[in-house]
């Protein structure tokens, strides 16, 4: 677990895939052909904590929708790219505007469209429902599902690995004021 927390720490932009990551991967149509995705909020916490430690955010997805641009400027999401099945050129187009390189991001995809991506960056990550040839070339493979939390966990590696975990914690819990406390006697 420390190799894969000392990678994490290496992370300077997390890229995410949307169907399978940030959703459950499942596309549901209303009767009037409107496509909805449920996203976690959990996932949405861990993105915006990334942010507040300078640590950037990307979706590259196949797909093309609304509902992603929302989601994404909901949760800060830095850099958008949608309807591109060519993901390694999608990110390799990303880091030609940065000034970061592949093996400075995580990369967290959960189906054949995202090996090669996930191979060229420096923390590969997936869920366990994904495709095996995923989970085989992935340095970790979260415990929750894409939709359900998985990318939280991914996002709490990083923080740990960059050394700000507690620090984040501390922003939700009293335990904070515990300490201060025993600093006063």
Same mark, same amino acid.
């Given at each position: 677990?420390? &190799?894969?927390?000392?990678?994490?720490?290496?992370?300077?932009?997390?890229?995410?895939?949307?169907?399978?990551?940030?959703?459950?991967?499942?596309?549901?149509?209303?009767?009037? #052909?409107?496509?909805?995705?449920?996203?976690?909020? @959990?996932?949405?916490?861990?993105?915006?904590?990334?942010? =507040?430690?300078?640590?950037?955010?990307?979706?590259?997805? #196949? =797909? !093309? !929708?609304?509902?992603?641009?929302?989601?994404?400027?909901?949760?800060?999401?830095?850099?958008?790219? @949608?309807? =591109?099945? &060519?993901?390694?050129? %999608?990110?390799?187009?990303?880091?030609?505007?940065?000034?970061?390189? %592949?093996? /400075?991001?995580?990369?967290?995809?959960?189906?054949?469209? &995202?090996?090669?991506?996930? @191979?060229?960056?420096?923390? %590969?990550?997936?869920?366990?429902?994904?495709?095996?040839?995923?989970?085989? =070339?992935?340095?970790?493979?979260?415990?929750? %599902?894409?939709?359900? #939390?998985?990318?939280?966990?991914?996002?709490?590696?990083?923080?740990?690995?960059?050394?700000?975990?507690?620090?984040?914690?501390?922003?939700?819990?009293?335990?904070?004021?515990?300490?201060?406390?025993? /600093?006063?006697?």
């Amino acid at each position: 677990m420390q &190799d894969l927390i000392k990678k994490a720490g290496q992370v300077q932009l997390l890229v995410l895939d949307v169907d399978g990551i940030l959703s459950n991967g499942q596309i549901i149509y209303d009767a009037n #052909g409107i496509e909805t995705k449920a996203f976690s909020v @959990q996932d949405g916490v861990g993105i915006k904590s990334l942010a =507040r430690y300078g640590i950037s955010t990307a979706i590259i997805t #196949g =797909r !093309s !929708s609304p509902m992603v641009n929302k989601r994404a400027a909901e949760m800060g999401i830095d850099y958008v790219i @949608q309807g =591109r099945d &060519d993901k390694l050129i %999608a990110l390799n187009e990303l880091l030609s505007t940065l000034t970061i390189t %592949a093996a /400075d991001c995580a990369y967290m995809g959960d189906d054949l469209p &995202d090996i090669k991506a996930m @191979q060229t960056v420096g923390f %590969a990550a997936t869920v366990p429902n994904a495709h095996s040839e995923v989970i085989n =070339r992935s340095d970790m493979v979260t415990t929750r %599902a894409g939709g359900y #939390g998985a990318v939280r966990e991914v996002c709490d590696l990083i923080l740990k690995g960059h050394g700000h975990y507690k620090d984040f914690i501390a922003h939700y819990t009293l335990d904070s004021l515990d300490d201060n406390q025993d /600093d006063l006697s």
